[in-house]
């Protein structure tokens, strides 16, 4: 499929999904269903192209309803969105500065929840239709194993995966070393998508 009729297919979505992630041609799942999705593979099985893909048909879809951050410790995989406006921070690439990024998204769930508590709202989206239209917030972390070198980057994480969703917050992960990754962080990924695995048994634990 060329560009133009990715975007044709995104935007006959428009009135479906919120969040829509494509998965292949014409198949679609909405973000906000699945809460966080997890890309896991050997390395080159595509998991940077993968996460590109998906926070690249958010902009085209959701340009100006969602806001975006990316953790890259790779340094050369996310260029492209350094200059989209949707960024909420700059691409980060040590662990340092993501977990600091990560804090700021916390600090932002905790001060939706009290918008909702006061507008007597269960969630963003009631909140939307009643007061403000909020934009979702999508974190995108490539190889999520690297924010384990930064003291207290896993605790932030885990407060955004554990309720970031009711306030419209999504975690999108990938990682070659899925099953090292502390449980409490892995169980929070409700939806997973497998790329080639280096065994048969790392691919039954993932899935």
Sequence with gaps: MNKEEIRDLLRQKEGKMDLPIPLQEGKFIDLRDCGHLFVSGIANSGKSNALRCFLASLLVNRAGDVKLFIYDPKRIEYSPF???????????????EAKECLLKVKDEMERRFSLMVGSDCCDIDEYREKAEKLPYIVIGIDEVAALGEEEGAFDALFLLLAKGRAAGIHVIATSSRFVTLPKRIADNFSARIALTQSSYEDSKRFI
């Design 82 to 96: 350094a200059a989209r406006e949707e960024m909420l921070f700059p691409v980060a690439w040590e662990a340092s």
